[in-house]
């Protein structure tokens, strides 16, 4: 077998308890974790990102969490670009190596490399954008599914940032971005990887996202957006649009009561957390256990890391 560095990678949707495994997980092999969650990366967005706290962490050590500022770009190629000498890093200390989190585009980039797509083009995005603050994120969406049906079956249409990156690839290649994507196939296998995916079921894993939706806003979440608005982050920026924040400077700006963005909230998360299971359970390489079969996963760590 080729000499590569092994990840375990545990995922799943929000709230299946990624964390809260996994920080046991290193703690039984001797391992370190590296954070995949595209919101954690942030500093100062804590409670609406739900990262662990300090004390959560039990002192196993925690890479790529609150590495950039709100109004820094990231995407998964910084992403990339910073995550695989922190894993050939801890793979020399000869720690147990737990990437962690739910953003699956992040973990395709990790796993399977990047398509080689055209630099931004600032005129371009710019008359994109102005379509939809003119006509509204579905028409440009509308747009995605003329020119290229599969791409846009993927992207949900309130998604307008990527909404508009996969319009402005399709138009600067003259190329749909599913067949780029088809031809590329995301075969560069830099690690030798288990991918574990946590699978809760519906009811239980709804309820759970109601409640830790309704802890959050106990714990703090309209003061910390209200700080990060103090601190001159605009609620334009891609992180003050993610889950939790956009919801808070809508209570904010007194669109709606703590009622309804608590019920907006949780209505959305859970809408987020079945757009996740949809591109998880597309994943051939995922193995599905519940977050209790902690024997069979550990059989399976064990014999990943020993073979």
């Not at 962490?57 to 790529?64: A, D, M, T, Y």
């Not at 585009?105 to 994109?128: F, S």
Request: with cysteine; aromatic share 6%; glycine share 6%.
């Amino acid at each position: 077998m080729e000499k590569k560095e092994r990840i375990i990678i545990i995922a799943g949707p929000t709230a299946s308890g990624k964390s809260s495994l996994a920080i046991e997980l290193a703690d039984r092999f001797h391992g370190e974790i590296v954070n995949i969650d595209s919101m954690q990366v942030y500093r100062s967005m804590d409670i609406g990102t739900a990262k662990p706290s300090l004390g959560e962490r039990k002192g196993i050590p925690h890479h790529l969490i609150d590495v950039v500022d709100p109004d820094e770009e990231f995407n998964a190629a910084i992403y990339r670009s910073i995550a695989i000498p922190e894993i050939r890093e801890i793979n020399l200390r000869r720690n147990a190596c737990f990437v962690v989190g739910g953003t699956g585009l992040y973990i395709r980039a990790l796993t399977g490399g990047l398509l080689a797509c055209p630099p931004v083009h600032l005129p371009l995005r710019e008359e994109l954008r102005k379509q939809s603050e003119e006509h509204g994120s579905e028409f440009l969406h509308a747009q995605l599914e003329k020119l290229d049906p599969e791409i846009s079956r993927k992207i949900h249409p309130h998604d307008k940032v990527r909404v508009i990156r996969a319009l402005e690839i399709i138009t600067l290649t003259s190329e749909p971005l599913s067949r780029l994507m088809q031809r590329h196939a995301f075969q560069e296998r830099p690690f030798h990887v288990l991918k574990i995916c946590l699978q809760i079921g519906r009811e239980e894993l709804y309820h759970d996202i109601n409640e830790r939706s309704r802890l959050m806003v106990e714990k703090g979440l309209i003061q910390e957006t209200e700080s990060l608005l103090n601190k001159g982050y605009s609620p334009e920026l891609k992180p003050m649009k993610s889950l939790g924040y956009r919801h808070a400077v809508a209570f904010l700006t007194r669109r709606w009561s703590v009622d309804e963005m608590l019920k907006h909230l949780q209505g959305d998360t859970r809408r987020y957390a079945k757009r996740q299971l949809t591109w998880f359970r597309t994943d051939p390489e995922a193995i599905w256990l519940q977050p209790e079969q902690m024997d069979d996963l550990s059989q399976l760590i064990t014999a990943f890391l020993t073979r």
